[in-house]
């Protein structure tokens, strides 16, 4: 799908076949993109030995030394979650640390560790992290990262047709999956930062029961 807009009642969604097709209501549930950051090794090691979740991957990798590249508020969240699942925890802000003197102070007595420079890249085996290399040749021996990149909507039709997007660049969608135009419904990924099968699935649902409800009332 390449694009699609409003005629009347009906949307048209157009194919890069050059095929041409109409619906009463759209669902988007087309899931979001990572934005890799610069670092040599990061693609190779996603979803390996990076990880972005501590509910989805905590109890695989617990006790171990554990290394979280973030900085500022989300590096500190990670700091609070982490500690249930070790007490070996790094933070590598890969930059000139942004934090405040509170949560300096909470990180300091929970014996969490700051490393501001920058990273050259992971040394790793088939995406299995061994180590962190700085650019300053230092090497710091890990096997698991927690990061959580930013991210963009992997299909823009809804941003065509005039949805709202949040701030973390989701789409704005109420209890029942609707999207801010009428007729559009967005579910799973692309709608929370919640990303797991469970609420994508659950997210699913609401939307399919809304959108037939819908549909049902409009023909009665």
Same mark, same amino acid.
């Given at each position: #799908? !390449?694009?699609?807009?409003?005629?009347?009642?009906?949307? /048209?969604?157009? $194919?890069? %076949?050059?095929?041409? &097709? +109409?619906?009463?209501?759209?669902?988007?549930?087309?899931?979001?993109?990572?934005?890799?950051?610069?670092?040599?090794?990061?693609?190779?090691?996603?979803?390996?030995?990076?990880?972005?979740?501590?509910?989805?991957?905590?109890?695989?990798?617990?006790?171990?030394?554990?290394?979280?590249?973030?900085?500022?508020?989300?590096?500190?969240?990670? #700091? !609070?979650?982490?500690?249930?699942?070790?007490?070996?925890? /790094?933070?590598? $802000?890969? %930059?000139?640390?942004? &934090? +405040?003197?509170?949560?300096?102070?909470?990180?300091?007595?929970?014996?969490?560790?700051?490393?501001?420079?920058?990273?050259?890249?992971?040394?790793?085996?088939?995406?299995?992290?061994?180590?962190?290399?700085?650019?300053?040749?230092?090497?710091?021996?890990?096997?698991?990262?927690?990061?959580?990149?930013?991210?963009?909507?992997?299909?823009?039709?809804?941003?065509?047709?005039?949805?709202?997007?949040?701030?973390?660049?989701?789409?704005?969608?109420?209890?029942?999956?609707?999207?801010?135009?009428?007729?559009?419904?967005?579910?799973?990924?692309?709608?929370?930062?919640?990303?797991?099968?469970?609420?994508?699935?659950?997210?699913?649902?609401?939307?399919?029961?809304?959108?037939?409800?819908?549909?049902?009332?409009?023909?009665?």
């Amino acid at each position: #799908a !390449t694009s699609a807009g409003k005629h009347i009642d009906l949307f /048209t969604v157009s $194919t890069e %076949a050059g095929n041409t &097709f +109409t619906a009463k209501k759209i669902l988007c549930a087309t899931g979001v993109t990572d934005i890799m950051p610069p670092i040599d090794g990061f693609d190779d090691c996603w979803a390996i030995s990076i990880l972005h979740c501590p509910y989805c991957h905590g109890y695989e990798v617990k006790g171990k030394p554990t290394a979280v590249l973030a900085n500022g508020d989300a590096a500190y969240h990670y #700091a !609070t979650l982490l500690s249930q699942w070790t007490k070996q925890l /790094t933070i590598f $802000t890969n %930059a000139p640390a942004d &934090f +405040t003197n509170e949560q300096k102070a909470k990180l300091v007595q929970n014996h969490i560790n700051i490393i501001e420079g920058k990273i050259c890249g992971l040394k790793h085996r088939k995406g299995y992290l061994e180590a962190i290399i700085m650019k300053d040749g230092s090497r710091h021996d890990f096997s698991v990262i927690y990061s959580r990149p930013p991210i963009k909507q992997h299909c823009t039709i809804p941003l065509q047709l005039g949805c709202a997007i949040d701030e973390q660049g989701l789409f704005t969608v109420d209890i029942l999956q609707k999207t801010t135009v009428p007729g559009v419904f967005a579910a799973g990924d692309c709608t929370t930062p919640l990303r797991s099968v469970a609420v994508a699935v659950a997210s699913g649902m609401k939307a399919g029961a809304a959108i037939n409800n819908e549909m049902a009332m409009e023909n009665f």
